[in-house]
């Protein structure tokens, strides 16, 4: 009888650090959900501050669209794409050899231009 309640003490001392470690992990666990939760609503008011402005803008946008084209905005830095193959070669300064060799060439030719 005392050997079985020895045993049982040192089980209930085993159990009560468990429930000790296992209450501290929750209540860790608990600490980290509440500053996830803060990390999130923080990120969200950043970013419905940031839709917001965005909404704005294009809200201008329209505005000065209806209102006279599209003056207010400033897209002079856009470059236009180039069109054709670079130089054209004037054919009419061409001898009739120099015509053959290129209608030769062109007919022969891949149709991407890297391959020409």
Do not use: Y
């Not at 049982?8 to 929750?26: P, S």
């Not at 054209?88 to 009739?96: C, G, H, R």
């Amino acid at each position: 009888l005392v050997e079985q309640n020895s045993q049982l003490k040192k089980e209930a001392a085993l159990a009560d650090r468990k429930l000790v470690a296992r209450n501290e992990r929750i209540q860790n666990l608990e600490t980290l959900l509440q500053e996830a939760k803060q990390r999130l609503l923080s990120q969200n008011e950043k970013f419905e501050a940031q839709l917001h402005t965005v909404r704005e803008r294009l809200e201008q946008a329209r505005s000065a669209k209806s209102q006279g084209g599209m003056a207010g905005l400033n897209f002079s830095k856009i470059a236009k794409p180039l069109r054709g193959r670079g130089a054209v070669e004037d054919i009419k300064t061409l001898d009739v050899d120099e015509k053959v060799a290129m209608a030769a060439r062109d007919k022969r030719s891949s149709w991407i231009p890297s391959f020409r």
